[in-house]
């Protein structure tokens, strides 16, 4: 036997391991094949450059199993960085950011300019055939301005809060979407909309994927975070819930802070038609394989009651 015999052994093993595995993936294949998939892309996955490689090549691989996912990307810390830069500084409503005519130029250059095409170039990288898009192009988000209120803690009386060009989905037109679905194409959307009077709306990526998810009857809404997922009580990862037990989470405090808005937009979601949404940790490489093709995922899933 020749000294090479150990290492040939050893790769041999370690491929036989790769196509069981392989093997084991071949029926969530199936089962998501010509299926949509809104993937909410934003966080660490997006900033860090070896998982961005990774989640481009993921996002290539379902496309080439017959899935269609649809990436609805962020860019919140760009877009701060770039607003210093310029020297523009951001007022904050009761704590929340101000969106002037200056702001969201800014806003509309950075998502729908700088960030979607380096998420665009990275996918073709990768070799896949992504195109850029915002909520603009092809009237996909018609939206409308986000009103807020708070409660006055003195005279409890409700104000409502001026957010400027801070927007919602109004209408979500997937016209363009349908027509990529039956194309190579993945699609790489913005989360800027136009208001009734054309003007330009800044929309939260998660509220936009999820109105996404909900108007092309996806199948699985995906919501790439910088945290594992929920957590109950005791710090554990829940792996699954219904609509009703996310909401008693929300009501007894369990699911606090920022986890609030995400769970509410796959709760959103689910009553709209999507199958179910999913929270999870896009620092983990190759996040969404985990979650889409072995048994039990690696996030939080919410499903309808």
């Not at 196509?19 to 294949?29: D, G, R």
């Not at 998982?51 to 379902?62: E, K, N, T």
């Not at 950011?97 to 073709?124: C, F, H, P, W």
């Amino acid at each position: 036997m020749s000294d090479d015999t150990p290492d040939i052994l050893h790769d041999r093993a370690a491929w036989l391991e790769r196509a069981k595995t392989l093997s084991e993936a071949l029926p969530f294949m199936r089962q998501f094949a010509d299926e949509t998939i809104v993937v909410k892309y934003g966080g660490n996955a997006m900033d860090k450059a070896d998982l961005s490689r990774l989640f481009a090549r993921d996002i290539v691989l379902l496309k080439q199993v017959g899935i269609n996912p649809v990436v609805v990307h962020g860019g919140g810390p760009q877009i701060d960085k770039m607003l210093k830069k310029l020297d523009i500084v951001t007022q904050r409503v009761d704590g929340l950011r101000y969106t002037d005519q200056a702001t969201v130029e800014v806003v509309e250059m950075v998502l729908s300019g700088t960030i979607n095409k380096q998420i665009v170039s990275a996918i073709n990288e990768a070799g896949g055939f992504a195109v850029g898009l915002s909520g603009k192009d092809g009237h996909l988000i018609r939206a409308r301005k986000l009103k807020r209120t708070k409660r006055d803690p003195g005279s409890n009386v409700e104000q409502i809060l001026d957010l400027g060009f801070v927007g919602e989905p109004a209408e979500i037109t997937p016209h363009i979407l349908d027509f990529f679905r039956e194309s190579d194409v993945i699609p790489v959307v913005a989360p800027v909309g136009m208001g009734p009077a054309g003007e330009t709306y800044n929309i939260n990526a998660d509220t936009a994927a999820g109105a996404i998810a909900a108007a092309t009857s996806a199948r699985r809404l995906l919501m790439l975070t910088d945290v594992v997922g929920v957590l109950d009580g005791s710090g554990n990862l829940v792996p699954e819930m219904t609509a009703s037990q996310a909401r008693a989470f929300i009501a007894d405090g369990t699911i606090s802070g920022g986890m609030i808005p995400k769970v509410e937009t796959c709760l959103d979601a689910v009553e709209q038609g999507v199958e179910a949404a999913v929270i999870l940790d896009g620092r983990v490489p190759h996040a969404l394989l985990l979650e889409l093709f072995t048994p039990h995922g690696v996030g939080t899933l919410i499903k309808a009651d």
